[in-house]
């Protein structure tokens, strides 16, 4: 059980376009997500909480015009990386909540984006 | 100083060995400790979770806290090959996830 998928896997776009990344829970409600980053041999950078159905919570630092947070349902979030620049290339994971009891947190497999 | 310690390694071991990873912390409002394993270009992948004093046993793999101390461990007994990748520490507050810098271990065989 708590399993999360991320698609796409890994996508490659140009200068300026808009990319965006889904994250689902497969076999439970998550009321919270999040949207993390990680730079090679670094750890995750909580980049924002998402909620259903109310405004994510961005972290400090993090422009919330340029990653454009969804949660509308239960089970899926999405992020969108709006202008894309090289400089957003990363390893972009998610993850969600399954208990606001022990906060435990289920990850996706992550989504490499590569920005030319 | 960081709210949460760990030696990024990277730490090298032979087949069989037994491994201990450790974190410290200096949040005593931290309720709820976690280990993740991360192999490369993937996402973490939640390996155990506890929440009091003591330890947490789990096939291969055991967790201990110590809370008085402000510091965690992980033990993983009769390490293989596959157990190569990184170890990450995580401890719950205010809903968010504190992680360590991640272990790198590498099980040779």
């Known amino acids: 059980g708590a399993v999360v998928s991320q698609h796409p896997s890994w996508v490659i776009c140009k200068s300026g376009t808009s990319v965006k990344i889904e994250c689902r829970s497969l076999d439970f409600q998550a009321t919270t997500m999040f949207w993390y980053r990680q730079f090679p041999k670094q750890s995750l950078m909580l980049m924002a909480t998402s909620n259903e159905g109310s405004k994510a919570t961005y972290e400090q630092g993090v422009e919330k015009d340029k990653f454009l947070i969804n949660h509308a349902s239960l089970t899926l979030s999405t992020l969108t990386v709006t202008s894309a620049h090289p400089e957003d290339s990363s390893f972009y994971i998610c993850?969600?909540?399954?208990?606001?009891?022990?906060?435990?947190?289920?990850f996706g497999p992550g989504t490499r984006l590569t920005v030319l | 100083q960081k709210e949460v310690e760990q030696d990024p390694g990277p730490l090298s071991v032979p087949e069989g060995a037994i491994v201990s990873l450790n974190c410290t912390y200096s949040n005593s409002a931290f309720q709820y400790f976690m280990w993740y394993r991360q192999y490369s270009r993937k996402g973490p992948e939640l390996l155990m979770y506890t929440y009091s004093s003591g330890n947490k046993e789990d096939g291969r793999f055991t967790a201990q806290v110590d809370k008085s101390s402000k510091y965690i461990s992980l033990f993983i007994r009769d390490s293989q090959p596959s157990d190569s990748a990184t170890y990450l520490c995580?401890?719950?507050?205010?809903?968010?996830?504190?992680f360590g810098q991640g272990t790198t271990l590498q099980v040779k065989p």
């Open positions: 995580a401890m719950s507050w205010a809903g968010k996830l504190i």
């Open positions: 993850s969600a909540r399954d208990s606001i009891i022990t906060d435990t947190q289920y």
